[in-house]
């Protein structure tokens, strides 16, 4: 087992929503297709890198209280967290230094998900 994880998915109530703010907060794009006929929107990740999806799942339903999935914010944490409210999120927990792991903060998407971010420390 080389990774903790190997898949995650966000669940969203609104599609287009939920991708649409992830495209903005990222500044990168995430493919839109189907897997099993369930509408996901695919995080960009090198071929055999940890990734996942947003996802439309009847069964699913967002939350602030459950598991926190931490994104790659790369070195534009602040740029992300700049982001966040303008697409319909917000910050709830703002940039926070933990060196030496570098810098983290939490958000609560479009769906109502807690989502984490993380950046590495600089080298």
Do not use: C
Not at 52 to 63: E, F, I, K
Not at 98 to 106: F, L, N, R, V
Request: aromatic share 10%; hydrophobic share 45%; charged share 20%.
């Amino acid at each position: 087992m080389n990774n903790a994880i190997n898949w995650f998915e966000i669940p969203a109530v609104n599609f287009d929503r939920a991708v649409t703010f992830y495209d903005t907060i990222l500044g990168k794009s995430l493919r839109r297709g189907a897997f099993n006929e369930i509408p996901h929107g695919f995080f960009p990740a090198d071929e055999q890198a940890v990734s996942g999806a947003v996802v439309l799942v009847p069964d699913y339903q967002p939350g602030e209280n459950g598991a926190v999935i931490y994104l790659n914010a790369g070195f534009d944490l602040d740029g992300i967290l700049s982001r966040v409210e303008a697409a319909g999120g917000k910050v709830v927990m703002p940039k926070l230094d933990i060196t030496p792991q570098g810098y983290m903060a939490h958000i609560v998407d479009t769906e109502g998900n807690r989502v984490g971010l993380h950046q590495p420390p600089m080298a």
